[in-house]
């Protein structure tokens, strides 16, 4: 058994570190997804289905590979809500949580949205139920029964009383009879059971009798919390026992040894019933014999298959049944090395080490996480640990982490700033908490006890700064070298609400954003002089003024969320209506700066335009190396548009790609790479864009993929390479396949020639030349590539 489950982990943290650290094709999509959280675990003959965090993983139990189940692979979404698996036709029964199904059947998905697109009102799914070909899927509106064979929904059954929609938390199929457990009509917080004869016209709300329950209700002291089937038994699980419903409609008590489970759950009909300390397996024929185990799991299931026992611990796990002392043959955990969940409010990419942090307001702890060479980790877990923090303190919570600051002459020390001051750490450990007490910072009003940090930065000498936006005060604030902190005093960003994102451009501008309430862009050129306020220039703008058609227009946006800055200096702004274009920015100080909004020309008359993306929340802005803009919004997914936002040129949405919600928070372009980090409200992608940004010389070209082998059908990319590199491709014998211009640091070719047949085996030459300089001077650089075909 161990020399098993070890296998089983090397095989799989070899397969997750490759798929991590792949060069990824343009076009490419991948998924970087937490699977903590299980919430079902449903085995089959072959193989092992896992439901975690919205998401799914696979494991097989003859190649012990795990294998995850993204929208990469065909499904829907990433907000999986349950699963069964259907023996009868091997089919996996997926729905999620905007109730589309999914059918997995040998690899192949088959999508159906007729549940989702109906008009019934109560589409909250609460449970599903296999009974041969069908799964009978409990609503709050009633059941629908889905036939996976046929793949169409078979019935539905709007059982309430008068024919109404009434809750069904589950439904059982025993002997032809249909059982469903109901909520009372009388007390929602109360349970019924009635039942539908076999032969009885199911779709009649009358042909459906209600039967008493094995406790009496109204009990408001008695919970009924599952009902299910084995052994030709209806099992009823309440806090006073589990039941078992006799022949002659007599309710029996089965509690093992006169303990109340937790849970209970079927597979093949045997029912394993589950405490947080101990797991029970029952006989099949016997509900009176079972295999009884101490083990620690709020979630197992009883394989008959294999007579082990699928566990939910820390990850999941399996133990040997036939061993008397099961936690001596509980395995190792199978767990996938993510970040700890999928909900995150921003993200940041640095040197191809992810940063990410989420859980805004009072009612979650935030959440601080992320990855360094290949493994994640979890400062907010650290937090969790850490019991001195609440002995200073009681009172201190972990709420609304904003964007990380990683110091840039040592990774490991990381700074997080939240509500209660900016967190300080190294290696992972907490070394302090600034907030009002031991620093210049200001309360949120004078009276609070919250310190709101919501930015920070270093300039080039290694100062600290942070924006402690608050009712009253000063709202930028830095630490020097020394460790001395010092209020800056900037008369025009008194008393600003907000401050959650901050900028610097090339000439050294910094841009602080008052998101909402007063929402404002806060300028300020230090002149790198950051303790000396005398010759600071400073501008807060939160009214922006531009001209169309011949007149000036007021541009006054609720929210503004980011700003990014073009290779033309233009700063673009993400704001609640759409983006705005900051022109000469070099003259904002002096009211010279202008503004556009980019406009779309309309499809159906070439005469009239339209703002772009006027009506979208646009959360943010990436440039990538083409000058093009990549443009995040609330709702409608993913924008490419050209670099002055004339053409739309991509729209991803959940219908178009492999986004998992279009609800897009947050997005990253790696320069290096040309590499997409996208962070939706359901999970984190990435995606290989077909640019990068142009490098300063030739050192770093790369070509991939290299060789390009015989089942490759994609382009060849050449990476690294000087803006506007004349590219040329050459056979051995010389002749000329292709010749270009580079935009921006990447140039893809189709590895095809002129007619468009794929080239040959053989080696291939590339020569990359820079135009002329004023001197007449060119760089070179001669690299080679196979094709094997």
Avoid at 327 to 339: E, H, K, L, Q, R
Avoid at 446 to 461: F, G, L, N
């Amino acid at each position: 058994m161990r020399r098993f489950i070890y296998t089983v982990i090397v095989l799989f943290i070899a397969t997750i570190s490759v798929f991590a650290k792949r060069n990824i094709a343009p076009g490419e999509w991948q998924t970087i997804r937490s699977y903590n959280g299980i919430t079902s675990i449903i085995p089959s003959k072959e193989k092992v289905y896992v439901v975690a965090n919205g998401g799914m993983y696979i494991y097989d139990k003859k190649t012990k590979e795990v294998k995850p189940l993204s929208t990469l692979d065909g499904l829907s979404s990433s907000a999986i809500e349950m699963v069964e698996y259907v023996e009868s036709t091997k089919t996996l029964f997926i729905i999620h949580s905007d109730m589309t199904i999914d059918l997995l059947v040998n690899g192949v998905t088959f999508s159906d949205e007729s549940i989702k697109d109906s008009e019934i009102s109560g589409k909250k799914v609460n449970s599903l139920k296999v009974d041969g070909d069908n799964v009978y899927v409990s609503l709050d509106a009633g059941i629908v029964v889905y036939n996976t064979r046929k793949k169409e929904v078979l019935d539905t059954y709007i059982i309430g009383y008068d024919g109404q929609y009434e809750v069904v938390y589950q439904t059982v199929v025993l002997n032809g009879d249909i059982y469903a457990l109901m909520a009372d009509r009388s007390n929602c917080s109360h349970r019924k059971l009635r039942i539908c004869k076999n032969g009885e016209n199911a779709n009649d709300y009358g042909a459906w009798v209600t039967v008493p329950l094995p406790v009496s209700c109204p009990a408001d002291s008695v919970v009924v919390k599952k009902m299910d089937c084995s052994s030709g038994h209806i099992l009823i699980l309440t806090t006073e026992g589990l039941y078992a419903r006799l022949g002659d409609g007599s309710w029996v008590d089965i509690s093992p040894k006169g303990i109340v489970p937790d849970t209970i759950q079927v597979y093949k009909d045997r029912l394993t019933a589950i405490t947080s300390w101990q797991i029970m397996a029952f006989h099949k024929d016997n509900l009176g014999d079972m295999k009884y185990r101490e083990c620690w799991s709020n979630l197992a299931v009883y394989d008959v298959d294999e007579d082990v026992v699928w566990l939910d611990k820390d990850g999941l796990r399996f133990a040997d049944l036939s061993v008397e002392e099961l936690s001596a043959t509980v395995s190792d955990p199978i767990i996938f090395d993510g970040p700890s969940q999928n909900e995150y409010y921003s993200l940041q990419v640095l040197d191809g080490e992810i940063y990410l942090t989420g859980n805004h307001g009072y009612s979650t702890p935030a959440v601080a996480d992320y990855s360094r060479d290949g493994k994640w980790h979890y400062l907010s877990k650290f937090l969790e640990r850490d019991s001195t923090i609440k002995e200073k303190n009681p009172k201190y919570e972990f709420h609304s982490a904003y964007r990380m600051l990683v110091d840039p002459l040592d990774k490991d020390h990381i700074f997080v700033p939240t509500w209660w001051g900016l967190h300080e750490f190294y290696n992972d450990s907490l070394l302090r908490i600034y907030d009002k007490s031991n620093s210049a910072f200001q309360g949120t009003t004078e009276s609070s006890r919250c310190t709101k940090v919501e930015c920070a930065w270093y300039d080039e000498d290694h100062n600290l700064f942070a924006a402690n936006p608050a009712s009253f005060g000063n709202m930028v604030y830095a630490m020097d070298t020394t460790g001395e902190w010092h209020e800056l005093n900037h008369p025009k960003f008194l008393n600003q609400p907000s401050a959650r994102f901050h900028y610097r451009t090339k000439s050294g501008l910094d841009f602080i954003v008052a998101e909402y309430r007063q929402p404002a862009l806060c300028i300020l050129d230090m002149n790198k002089t950051p303790f000396d306020e005398s010759d600071d220039r400073t501008k807060a703008i939160s009214s922006f003024s531009y001209s169309e058609d011949g007149l000036v227009e007021t541009f006054q946006p609720v929210y503004i969320f980011a700003v990014e800055e073009d290779h033309k200096g233009d700063i673009w702004i993400a704001t609640d209506q759409g983006p705005l274009v900051m022109k000469n920015v070099k003259g904002v100080f002096d009211g010279k700066e202008t503004y556009v909004r980019p406009k779309i020309t309309r499809e159906d008359d070439s005469r009239y335009a339209d703002y772009l993306l006027a009506s979208d929340k646009v959360k943010k802005i990436q440039v990538d190396g083409k000058n093009r803009k990549w443009i995040a919004t609330e709702g409608n997914g993913l924008f490419l548009v050209s670099a002055s936002g004339d053409k739309i040129l991509e729209n991803f949405t959940t219908k178009n790609s492999p986004l998992s919600s279009n609800v897009v928070m947050d997005i990253v372009y790696e320069k290096e790479t040309g590499v997409l980090y996208i962070l939706t409200d359901t999970g984190l992608l990435m995606y290989a864009t077909d640019s990068s940004f142009p490098e300063d010389d030739f050192n770093n070209v790369t070509i991939y993929p290299n060789p390009v082998r015989s089942d490759y059908d994609g382009d060849v990319e050449i990476k690294g390479l000087m803006d506007e590199s004349n590219v040329r491709i050459t056979d051995q014998r010389g002749m000329v396949i292709e010749n270009g211009i580079s935009k921006g640091g990447t140039y893809r070719f189709s590895a095809r020639r002129s007619d468009g047949s794929r080239l040959p085996t053989g080696v291939y030459n590339v020569f990359v030349t820079t135009a002329a300089d004023d001197e007449g001077l060119t760089e070179t650089k001669n690299l080679k590539f196979a094709i094997i075909r």
